[in-house]
């Protein structure tokens, strides 16, 4: 009579995978939210300033941008 359950030697390697991917998962999530907050602030930075370029010009004046260690 053939079983239709599941060995537990199954089992084990199918929750090790499982948590294998969950624990990578963990791993790599704070550097993909980290890497899109830069790219947030890079592209809010980059409109800013073509922002203000464009409205120098308009004023034909010259629009400089300083930065200290506290803005970055």
């Known amino acids: 009579m053939k079983s239709r359950?599941?060995?537990?030697?199954?089992t084990t390697i199918v929750l090790a995978l499982a948590f294998l991917f969950l624990?990578?998962?963990f791993y790599f999530?704070?550097?993909s939210s980290a890497?899109?907050?830069?790219e947030q602030f890079m592209q809010n930075l980059?409109?800013?300033l073509d922002?203000?370029?464009m409205q120098g010009k308009e004023h034909h004046q010259i629009v400089r941008a300083f930065f200290g260690k506290e803005d970055v």
């Open 29 to 31: 999530a704070p550097r």
């Open 51 to 53: 922002k203000a370029a």
């Open 23 to 25: 624990l990578l998962s």
């Open 5 to 10: 359950g599941f060995t537990l030697l199954e």
């Open 35 to 38: 890497q899109f907050k830069e």
């Open 46 to 48: 980059t409109s800013k």
